[in-house]
């Protein structure tokens, strides 16, 4: 019997309601399938899913199978949609078989029909990534644009999948770059969700639109803060994308970056000229996030960004002197600053009493918003000392992008301040020699 042929490979397929015929077909061995078909074989079966031979054969790109089927045997009646109604064409896109595609266009079995999802054979191309075979379709295909149930088009699929030969294609051939989904997700947020930065960088490139759609709780800048993107931050700025776009919770990216704490993507949002005083639905600005999230680093960050741009909004308003080349609003590490940072610590521990700190921030000129950021971080009855201390390298920071001495500068002040024993002391300790016209600062 011709079924003995195929009984070892018939064991591991029974459970899934194979018959030998769909095995046949499985396989592409067009010798057997004659066999079984004199011997009787029920050429119409269908296994569990609702799979026949053609479904079988164009799914594994067995061209002669389908030709047997179809040309020898004439059933066409075979062409109909599985149990998740998909038709031979649709399977064949969905495995991206170039031959396959061609011979059933070749039978008139091309297909405009969609699955059970609403994908059509472009779709499902698309979202597999078979540029050979979205080319193929696109020639015979005109409603690019529709959509399935999600609402979600063949480019949208295939920037969603990563693939960007197929979206250029699409693109190309006439596609929406800016689409909405059911659900409000455009083409460039899920390419920043899904972090394809190069599909990103295509759309981009290809003038999609940047601008927030009202049902979209982030901006795409949002996103690319959340998921912790920083190229993608980088480009978007570079493509003009608004820095201080609200989501819906009222927030700026900056919110979202200071309560997360990541200090890359705080220091490029400042570095940029975010606005720092946008408040949240909650009223709070993006140094109270931070500071509320016990990020001393970040909160740190901010309220030298806002003393640098204050100041330079003061004094230097027309200033083109190279100095935001070296910007940087990070902690300090450098090694021209090491003295200076060393007498100011042992300011901050081994001088200043409480509330020392406060007063010297205050004649610093230091807001209470910053005065009360900095005292958020409680750790004790000591906490003074790291108040202070923290206080003063954010006053360093801004002495030295104002080119001048640190030593002299402190000195003064706190002669000023009625601080003239700490002002001997600190110079005394002081090495006058710093560099202060260094780029290293932070």
């Known amino acids: ?55 079988f054969a164009a799914e594994n790109n067995n061209v002669k199978i389908i030709d047997y089927f179809l040309q020898d045997l004439h059933l066409y009646d075979l062409n109909k949609p599985d149990g998740k109604g998909k038709k031979p064409f649709l399977l064949a896109s969905e495995k991206g078989h170039v ?54 088009t063949p480019f949208y699929l295939s920037v969603k999948g990563g693939h960007e030969k197929c979206a250029e294609l699409l693109l190309e051939a006439g596609s929406y770059i800016n689409v909405l989904t059911h659900n409000s997700s455009s083409t460039l947020q899920i390419a920043i969700q899904n972090r394809h930065l190069s599909l990103v960088t295509f759309l981009i490139d290809n003038n999609i639109d940047l601008v927030p759609k009202p049902k979209q709780k982030n901006s795409p800048l949002h996103l690319a803060v959340i998921h912790n993107h920083l190229p993608v931050v980088k480009s978007l700025l570079d493509a003009n994308h608004d820095i201080n ?63 640098y741009y204050a100041m330079k909004q003061e004094h230097l308003p027309h200033s083109d002197d190279g100095s935001d080349l070296c910007l940087s609003f990070k902690q300090d590490h450098s090694t021209q600053t090491k003295q200076i ?44 000392k790291e108040h202070g201390n923290r206080m003063l390298l954010i006053w360093l920071h801004g002495t ?36 202060s016209r260094k780029c290293a600062v932070s």
């Open 1 to 55: 019997m011709v079924y003995d042929e195929l009984h070892l490979l018939s064991l591991g397929r029974r459970m899934h309601g194979l018959t030998v015929i769909h095995l046949a077909a499985w396989t592409g061995n067009l010798d057997i399938m004659r066999k079984l078909v004199k011997a009787g074989a029920d050429q119409k079966a269908k296994n569990e899913e609702g799979m026949n031979v053609l479904h």
């Open 99 to 152: 031959d396959m595609i061609n011979n059933l266009i070749t039978l008139k079995l091309f297909t405009s029909e969609k699955d059970k999802e609403g994908n059509t054979a472009l779709h499902i191309a698309a979202k597999n990534g078979h540029s050979k075979v979205v080319e193929i379709l696109l020639e015979q295909w005109e409603q690019i644009n529709d959509v399935n149930q999600n609402g979600e």
């Open 245 to 307: 776009s609200l989501n819906h919770r009222q927030e700026t990216p900056l919110h979202l970056a200071a309560d997360l704490g990541n200090v890359e993507l705080v220091e490029v949002l400042l570095k940029a000229g975010c606005d720092l005083k946008t408040t949240d639905k909650h009223g709070k600005t993006a140094l109270a996030v931070a500071s509320r999230s016990n990020h001393a680093l970040i909160g740190d960050m901010i309220i030298k960004a806002e003393r």
């Open 341 to 384: 940072r060393s007498s100011l610590w042992n300011l901050a521990y081994n001088q200043l009493k409480p509330q020392e700190w406060k007063k010297m921030a205050l004649f610093w000129k230091f807001t209470n918003e910053q005065i009360k950021a900095i005292e958020e971080q409680w750790t004790g009855e000591k906490s003074y």
């Open 400 to 435: 030295l992008l104002a080119h001048q001495n640190p030593v002299k500068h402190i000195y003064e002040n706190l002669v000023e301040a009625g601080f003239q024993p700490l002002a001997e002391k600190i110079r005394a300790a002081s090495s006058t020699g710093m560099d």
